[in-house]
């Protein structure tokens, strides 16, 4: 029989989800307990397909225990962070499809160092329906079981709101924990509906004697899944606390921002133009002739998206939360303004429960894996006195050369739009000068490519003789600090270097330590403001055009990031100076804007899919430079390394598990697989 679990990939997983002290992580099963748990309903959908379990869950198969798990508060509560511990690992690499399936980050891996069955093989065409990577539907290859995500809440759910059951739980307790068992039941709807498009919605858990023909639900209508999920949200939104008073051992519960939030997310997506009025899958019906994508574009839905944003940002704004720019007192050393603007940006990322983070990931381990995030970022560093540390022993993600050139010119615009600034040729070598002392190593030769750059890549990107302040910098300035070398044979250090030449080195606590090779481990940031500032942005430009809430909220982005306003920059430094005038434009502006401000943070591929650009973006060489050059002029050579492609319309979609439809005679499977 075809080995249905890579085993390398469920032991690195036991070896790393691990309570740390003080992190709130939600366990109650352990790992191995859950992997044999999917292992065993893998083996009855191929050997059983006649049992009345589908691959959906939907039908309770732990009946005797279940009134065990809610005899008490305590056992209830277990019960509740069973429900959190689905949500995904969305920290590491090899599970995050928004991060490794993009075309910003590359990573070279020929001897498997790092898993070789997980979301990195998307890149090179290896999604298929016998076996699919990120299979959000039953849990396997490197992504959580959704569906029995769905059915624990509604397990949870039928117990906690009978008032029969949990004696000792009183009724303030009972709505919020009923709040947040529905957020985390529209949340995994949603992960679904993302990747699948028209779902099966499991509202309720079936009977254990349901007959056979209920078990096998079919989807819903793309438009009946999103009001669904809406609806769930306005529900959990309105039983839900403002924020966490308990710090202490409650980060990374559920919100009322975070509700909010995720439904302006959910909206934005389904107004979008893979889910409004796509023509391509107008054909799509389930096996009862009923359509499944509606194939009319409504402005009415952006509208909807921009009205579900704005009152999440309200709502961020009464609780205090605001752009982070590094506060007061932060550090004891001198520091640049140009430092200070860069560790704004850094931060928002990378500094633990910061001002501007709406939801950061704690549950299923997000923390624990924080470190193996960091360990494929950090660069290699020559500064005096100091020894050198192995900081990895796997290849590192390097974030690619088309990466690097999306970032905007120090005048705010895109490098082939500058009218002032020449980057026809990204490799000329150029010496840096004292006052590009805090970008680049003063007297150090360097591409054209890494002067003249907006604030955000120097405090996103590391590369060759680039400028890497950390918090133990050697002096009490940023006069001299740390700086890159990432040319072949110049170091002694044997830790490796990314493949393109580039670091993330926005996704490093700037706290880490080099000497002990401690990092600082951070909550993920699934939402944070500034993302949800650009999908305001986004939303209203779509449904109004250019009006002025949308220079507004873009600008605020950028005047943390250290640029001028889009007007100013467009107008005056830009070969298209009216390009912001137009919702077209202005739509292409957004776009750029998420892909920097949001780069290395999962987002971007599912940014590609739902605007239907994926198809023209992911079908491309990914390169970046001869990193084994020992000079500057052999370094600074473009080399390709991957020729990707991105089926259209097939790979919009992702694929369900042929079993799945042996098993579900109900279910069609998405077009083109």
Request: proline fraction near 6%.
């Given at each position: 029989m075809k080995k249905l679990i890579d085993m390398k990939h469920i032991n690195l997983k036991q070896e790393n989800l691990k309570k740390e002290p003080g992190q709130c992580l939600f366990f109650t099963w352990s790992t191995q307990a859950r992997y044999c748990m999917v292992l065993l309903s893998m083996l009855l959908i191929v050997f059983g397909s006649s049992c009345k379990k589908s691959f959906l869950d939907v039908v309770p198969d732990n009946v005797s225990t279940i009134a065990n798990a809610f005899a008490s508060k305590t056992e209830a509560e277990k019960y509740l962070f069973t429900c959190y511990n689905y949500l995904p690992i969305e920290v590491d690499p090899t599970f995050n499809v928004g991060l490794s399936a993009s075309d910003e980050v590359f990573v070279l891996d020929p001897a498997s160092h790092i898993r070789s069955t997980n979301v990195m093989r998307l890149i090179y065409g290896d999604q298929n329906t016998s076996d699919p990577i990120a299979n959000y539907m039953n849990g396997t290859r490197d992504a959580s079981a959704n569906y029995k995500a769905i059915r624990d809440c509604n397990v949870f759910l039928e117990n906690v709101t009978d008032p029969n059951k949990i004696p000792d739980l009183d009724i303030d307790t009972r709505v919020r924990w009923t709040a947040e068992a529905q957020f985390l039941k529209a949340f995994y709807h949603f992960i679904l509906f993302r990747a699948y498009g028209p779902i099966p919605v499991i509202d309720k858990n079936l009977p254990i004697d349901a007959p056979i023909d209920q078990i096998r639900v079919k989807r819903q209508?793309?438009?009946?899944?999103?009001?669904?999920?809406?609806?769930l949200l306005d529900a959990a939104a309105a039983n839900l606390p403002l924020t966490i008073n308990n710090s202490a051992s409650e980060l990374g519960r559920i919100t009322k921002p975070i509700a909010l939030s995720l439904k302006a997310r959910l909206l934005t997506t389904a107004a979008s133009p893979l889910f409004n009025g796509n023509s391509d899958y107008g054909s799509f019906k389930n096996k009862d002739g009923g359509a499944l994508f509606n194939p009319t574009y409504s402005v009415a839905k952006w509208q909807r998206a921009a009205d579900a944003c704005k009152a999440a940002i309200d709502l961020c704004a009464a609780q205090g939360i605001v752009l982070y720019t590094l506060p007061a007192g932060a550090t004891t050393n001198t520091l640049s303004d140009t430092t200070q603007v860069q560790l704004g940006i850094r931060n928002a990322m990378s500094e633990p429960w910061n001002s501007e983070l709406i939801w950061g990931l704690t549950a299923n381990n997000n923390i624990g894996f924080n470190s193996f995030l960091q360990s494929m970022a950090v660069g290699q560093f020559d500064f005096p006195n100091a020894v050198a540390s192995k900081t990895a022993n796997h290849p590192l993600l390097g974030p690619t050369l088309k990466m690097a050139r999306m970032f905007y010119t120090k005048n705010g615009v895109p490098i082939d739009e500058d009218k002032t600034l020449d980057f026809t040729n990204i490799a000329a070598l150029r010496t840096a000068v004292h006052a590009e002392r805090f970008y680049v190593k003063e007297g150090e030769v360097t591409a054209r490519l890494n002067f003249d750059r907006e604030p955000r890549y120097y405090a996103d990107l590391g590369f060759d003789r680039g400028i890497w302040y950390m918090a133990n910098s050697p002096s009490k300035s940023d006069e001299n600090t740390f700086w890159l070398m990432a040319r072949g044979g110049e170091t002694s250090q044997s830790s490796p270097v990314p493949v393109t030449g580039f670091y993330m080195k926005k996704d490093l606590n700037w706290h880490f330590d080099w000497n002990s090779v401690t990092y600082v481990p951070y909550p993920f940031p699934e939402i944070r403001l500034a993302d949800l500032y650009l999908l305001y942005a986004e939303?209203?430009?779509?449904?109004?055009?250019?009006?002025?809430?949308?220079?507004?909220?873009?600008?605020?982005?950028?005047?943390?990031?250290?640029?001028?306003?889009?007007q100013t920059s467009w107008a005056n430094f830009s070969t298209n100076p009216s390009k912001y005038t137009t919702q077209a434009g202005m739509r292409s502006i957004i776009q750029r804007e998420r892909a920097v401000e949001l780069c290395f943070e999962g987002q971007r591929y599912w940014d590609l899919v739902r605007?239907?650009?994926?198809?023209?973006?992911?079908?491309?060489?990914?390169?970046?430079w001869t990193v084994s050059g020992q000079t500057a002029d052999l370094y600074y050579r473009e080399v390709s390394f991957l020729s990707r492609h991105f089926l259209t319309p097939r790979d919009y979609l992702w694929p369900i598990q042929e079993n799945d439809l042996l098993v579900n005679q109900n279910l069609v499977q998405n077009p083109n697989w």
């Open positions: 209508p793309v438009d009946s899944v999103v009001n669904y999920i809406a609806n939303a209203l430009n779509e449904a109004q055009g250019p009006v002025a809430d949308v220079y507004t909220y873009v600008n605020k982005v950028r005047t943390r990031a250290g640029l001028p306003s889009v605007w239907k650009t994926a198809g023209q973006e992911l079908n491309s060489n990914i390169t970046g």
